[in-house]
């Protein structure tokens, strides 16, 4: 039967607990900080004037869509320094319906070889 | 050694339907050798169903009544695999019309270049 | 026997045969009017819903198993020779059956819900819900079973349907390529799988799960052949790497409410080896007994689990990181989600493939009789309840993320995220649950996926820390993945060709809403979840004989 | 697609009632000899896959509606299921063989090691033959007429 014990109780993981009921206080005060401090900010601000454009040290402002990043350019760094990974990946994704059986062969064979022979 | 015949063509359908669906680049041909491996586990079904010097499981008129006869379940079973088998050919023949309508051609590899270079 | 009493006897055939009617119902409806048709499909999956939840509630709170039979009362028949075979049908439904089947009642509803608008320009429909409803049917038939060829039957009647309709845009050609692969590839599985079927029939003349279990010998070298054709062709439906490729075409072509349920049937594939492992096997694999007679040492069953262990934690890691890494690269929204998909799915195999390692015998003398025992140590068992904590999870999260998918493509038309931008001005409510998503799959708190999250992190670092760190990190890459999704769609500066772009309609919002409910749900009171339904699932799929017991009497 | 010479017409007609008949036989007779309905539906698709492939796509797709088919087919479904149901009804039992052991129907209880075929036995057996056979008859003509028609079509014809 449910109880009001197995509702807000916390659970064992093995080498810890976890009770979500102090994550949620924590945040709340978290929350209380984050809005004491915001209530120091100055109000009000003058629209159509330069405040509210954005400042690129000067230059012209670029169209929107050219302003947004695209999301192949993101984490350009990750990608380019693991290429030699990904090279290999892009040779397994092949789109090609016979590959995607063959890897299904070789996994058969390999777990055969495991399972099977040893 | 006349008792593994079906079993050694059972074994060489599904290998020669895998050898189908791996190398050949038709998709036409890759439908043929799926088909080859559905008869070769049918064939296997239908062959387990067997046993030596029983009766085959149908009320007629033969006075060998008394003999025992061979559960039916692997004909079962073999007979809802070929009506699954007809609804998979009919729906994977009609995606290669519409395939064939769309990229003009069934080779695996061009279709996966065309796929690839599609927006 | 009251009305409610033989409704809930009834109620394992009913949850397969609702569905099964209301799709073939559903085209002779569909002539009056259209309203009609979509109120109706909802109806029968509501109503597929209640009884799920009244036989999940049963077995799941009173620990019982409900044994359900076809065409007779017993599954042995006894012809007048006296021995008895299993020929007849049964639906054998255990706790992690009934955990399995809130899975699909939650999916099937919601993505039923969600298709009324999402759906609504297409033509077609009448075929689109009846290829819905008999994909709900053949998903939860899936979940049931307790026959191997029954399994067979249904998991065909799942990818037929489920082919046709990733199928479904046919004007499109990647979506008819997605579902001709998707066709092959699930095809050849299921053959593989249907021949381990039938090598274990002319072993043992039986089909029932339970007579399989309780019989087989694992002497022969056709019974590790069967075993290896259900691992893999299992596996190729679960969707683990090296054969994962057909996921991501099939999650990424098919219309988004189609992908929530192609979600449960990937579920029901995951679930279907985790049960040939524990329990048709289960007496070789997860519980072997030695017996020690005299000095004589009798091993009453093989000793596999490491061999078994080893090969579902490799897949698992290779599941992970392949999936994560191609996650990150990927450009295509959906894809992506696939992609991430498949990373998720490796943390369930990674959590119970490692509790195989846990595995230590225990001694008890009975009688002179020397008995040893394999059981799963304390982190072994939190781990599979990790593990399954995670399915339900996951399914909730990834579902989430494929719904606002569909969102955006239902408002823009366009997946690419190279396209998008700045869409989180016009949708507010779409941007909250995609944020909700995101936490959600990555492991945040308070989401339900921190807490199966931790649970697998914490249990497997006691097994081996450092499989809990590549799952640690291949987590954080998950985070990676889904704020650069946030970055390209929803913020940045407006772009004047989405100016114009509109909240989606409301039944769209409701299932989103419904799953993000569940989803902090889950994450609040995630002790509920584990004490109640997630306990039970782990009992039964650690305990094999209490499945022949139960299913047999 | 279209017709065939006047030869290949002819003679399908005067084979078509041979087939159908034939293909009704084994669906009838389901119960008692191997086959039933998707043996027999078979045939008789077959036999109107022969009138399909003689007389041209575009002429039968006028003659035969594919809505008509697909309001027979899930006619043919629906009265499988609902056989289930009256099982449950009835018996108690999904699936339960209800009928057998009454007085008009399909009831009587063949005597053990009897080798007669009698017709009247097997309960709800014949009628899901009868249910399966509609439904076959309806879905395979339908994909053949459907699949013959799309490829008689060029390319951008239809959509």
């Known amino acids: ?118 | 050694m006349i008792y593994q015949i079906p079993f050694i063509a059972v074994a060489g359908l599904i290998l020669i339907g895998l050898y189908a669906v791996i190398f050949k680049r038709n998709l036409i041909k890759i439908v043929i050798g799926i088909t080859l491996i559905e008869s070769g586990v049918n064939l296997f079904l239908i062959t387990l169903g067997y046993r030596q010097g029983s009766l085959a499981p149908i009320f007629t008129g033969n006075p060998n009544v008394d003999k025992a006869m061979s559960l039916p379940v692997p004909q079962a079973l073999t007979l809802t695999s070929i009506v699954i088998g007809v609804a998979v050919l009919a729906l994977m023949l009609s995606l290669i019309i519409h395939i064939y309508r769309h990229y003009g051609t069934l080779d695996v590899k061009k279709l996966a270049k065309k796929e690839a270079d599609e927006e | ?553 | ?159």
């Open chain 1, 1 to 118: 039967m449910i109880t009001w014990e197995s509702f807000l109780g916390s659970f064992d993981t093995g080498s810890g607990i976890w009770n979500p009921l102090v994550w949620v206080l924590s945040i709340i005060f978290i929350l209380l900080i984050v809005y004491s401090i915001r209530r120091y900010g100055k109000t009000g601000y003058k629209e159509k004037t330069d405040q509210t454009q954005s400042f690129l040290s000067g230059n012209p402002e670029y169209e929107k869509e050219q302003m947004h990043i695209k999301a192949s350019n993101m984490y350009w760094g990750f990608t380019e320094s693991l290429k030699f990974v990904y090279k290999i990946l892009d040779r397994m994704h092949t789109g090609n319906v016979s590959d995607y059986v063959l890897w299904f062969v070789i996994v058969l064979g390999c777990i055969f070889v495991l399972i099977g022979v040893i």
């Open chain 3, 1 to 553: 026997m009251n009305f409610f009493e033989s409704l809930l006897t009834h109620s394992p055939a009913l949850i397969v045969a609702v569905p099964l009617l209301g799709a073939f119902l559903t085209p002779l409806i569909s002539k009056i009017n259209d309203k009609i048709r979509n109120a109706f499909v909802v109806f029968i999956v509501g109503l597929t819903g209640v009884l799920i939840s009244m036989l999940s509630y049963d077995v799941l709170m009173n620990n019982k198993m409900h044994n359900y039979v076809f065409g007779g009362d017993s599954a042995l028949i006894m012809p007048a020779s006296g021995e008895s075979f299993a020929v007849r049908i049964i639906f054998a439904v255990d706790g992690l059956n009934a955990f399995m089947i809130i899975i699909g009642a939650i999916l099937a509803f919601v993505g039923v819900i969600y298709s009324w608008h999402f759906m609504k320009e297409h033509t077609g429909l009448d075929k689109y819900y009846t290829l819905v409803l008999l994909m709900i049917a053949g998903m939860l038939g899936m979940m049931l079973t307790g026959d191997m060829f029954n399994f067979f039957v249904f998991l065909e009647i799942t990818s037929i349907s489920s082919c046709a309709l990733i199928a479904f845009y046919t004007n499109k050609g990647k979506s008819v390529l997605a579902g001709f692969k998707y066709i092959v590839i699930s095809t050849i599985g299921a053959l593989f799988i249907l021949f381990a079927i039938a090598l274990l029939y002319g072993q043992y003349n039986a089909l029932n799960m339970a007579v399989l279990a309780n019989s087989i010998q694992f002497n022969t070298f056709t019974d590790k052949i069967a075993l290896v054709l259900l691992i893999s062709g299992l596996g190729m439906k679960a969707g683990i790497v090296p054969m994962h490729m057909w996921l991501p075409d099939s999650y990424g072509q098919a219309p988004s409410s189609v992908t929530l349920i192609l979600i449960g049937t990937t579920q029901a594939g995951l679930y279907a080896l985790f049960r040939m492992v524990f329990t048709v096997f289960g007496r070789h694999i997860t519980s072997p007994i030695e017996l020690t007679i005299a000095g004589n040492n009798i091993l009453a069953g093989t000793n596999l689990n490491s061999i078994v262990g080893i090969i579902l934690v490799v897949l698992a890691i290779l599941t992970m990181i392949i999936g994560v890494m191609m996650a990150l690269k990927e450009s295509d929204f959906k894809r992506m989600i696939a992609f991430a998909a498949v990373a998720e799915i490796g943390y369930m195999v990674l959590a119970i493939g490692a509790a195989f390692f846990t595995l230590s015998p225990s001694e008890i003398t009975i009688e002179g009789v020397q008995v040893t025992f394999y059981s799963f140590s304390q982190a072994g068992q939190m781990a599979i309840k990790g593990g399954l904590f995670h399915i339900i999870n996951d399914a909730l999260d990834i579902g989430l993320l494929f719904l606002v998918a569909g969102a955006i493509y239902y408002v823009t038309k366009e997946t690419s995220l190279n396209k998008l931008g700045g869409l989180a001005r016009n949708m507010k409510f779409t941007t909250i649950f995609f944020i909700i998503g995101l936490l959600a799959v990555s492991g945040m708190p308070p989401m339900n996926g921190f807490a199966s999250k931790l649970l697998i992190y914490e249990s497997i670092y006691l097994i081996n820390p450092i499989l809990a760190i590549v799952a640690i990190l291949c987590s954080i890459l998950l985070l990676a993945t889904f704020v650069k999704v946030l970055h390209s769609v929803f913020l940045g500066p407006k772009i004047p060709k989405f100016d114009e772009v509109k909240e989606v309609p409301a039944s769209m919002l409701i299932g989103m809403g419904l799953i993000a409910i569940v989803i902090i749900f889950f994450g609040l009171f995630p002790n509920l979840i584990l004490e109640n339904i997630v306990q039970p699932a782990a009992d039964a799929l650690m305990n094999y004989s209490a499945y022949i017991g139960g299913s047999l009497l």
């Open chain 4, 1 to 159: 697609m279209s017709g065939m010479s006047k030869i290949v017409k002819t003679i399908s007609n005067i084979a078509f009632p041979f087939v159908l008949i034939y293909g009704l036989y084994i669906i009838a007779h389901g119960h008692l000899t191997p086959g039933g309905g998707f043996q027999g539906g078979a045939v008789v698709a077959s036999g109107c896959a022969m009138i399909l492939v003689s007389y041209g796509s575009i002429w039968t797709m006028k003659k035969v509606k594919e809505k008509q088919l697909s309001i027979l087919e899930s006619a043919g479904a629906v009265s499988f299921i609902v056989l289930g149901f009256l099982g449950l009804v009835y018996g108690s039992i999904f699936f339960n063989n209800y009928l057998v052991g009454n007085d008009y129907l399909f009831g009587e209880v063949p005597a053990i090691k009897s080798t007669l075929a009698n017709f009247n036995t097997a309960g709800i057996l014949p009628l899901m033959n009868f249910a399966v056979g509609l439904k076959v008859i309806a879905g395979l003509f339908a994909i053949v007429l459907v699949m013959a028609y799309a490829t008689s079509k060029k390319k951008g014809e239809i959509e």
